[in-house]
């Protein structure tokens, strides 16, 4: 086994988020969560507009979620990019399956 008591230790160039700051996104996404919720008993949206605001307050939740608790704000681009790869395809079937199963008709 190796000694690793004299090992140089690795300076990070950013601040990783405080506890303070972690409650303060799940308030954020609790917020957004419960707008969702409000905007599914209002009658007088559309079901395309009703769609469209769900399918974007989805995305900016998915955005802070991996931005944040999955730490990739702080990691490599390579793998912000991979993320916004994956959003980006699985919005396409969303949208490919809704219209071909008619759900936005």
């Given at each position: 086994?190796?000694?690793?008591?004299?090992?140089?230790?690795?300076?990070?160039?950013?601040?990783?988020p405080t506890p303070a700051k972690y409650?303060?996104?799940?308030?954020?996404?609790?917020l957004i969560t419960a707008f969702e919720?409000?905007?599914?008993?209002?009658?007088?949206?559309?079901?395309?507009?009703?769609?469209?605001?769900?399918?974007?307050?989805?995305?900016?939740?998915?955005?802070?979620?991996?931005?944040?608790y999955m730490h990739l704000k702080f990691?490599?681009?390579?793998?912000?990019?991979?993320?916004?790869?994956?959003?980006?395809?699985?919005?396409?079937?969303?949208?490919?399956?809704?219209?071909?199963?008619?759900?936005?008709?």
């Amino acid at each position: 086994m190796q000694n690793n008591e004299n090992a140089p230790v690795e300076q990070h160039d950013s601040d990783h988020p405080t506890p303070a700051k972690y409650i303060q996104i799940a308030v954020i996404l609790t917020l957004i969560t419960a707008f969702e919720v409000a905007i599914y008993y209002v009658d007088a949206i559309s079901k395309e507009a009703f769609i469209a605001i769900f399918i974007g307050m989805s995305v900016v939740k998915f955005i802070i979620v991996a931005m944040f608790y999955m730490h990739l704000k702080f990691d490599s681009r390579l793998f912000t990019y991979l993320f916004i790869a994956g959003l980006i395809l699985a919005t396409g079937i969303l949208l490919v399956l809704g219209t071909l199963f008619r759900i936005f008709t």
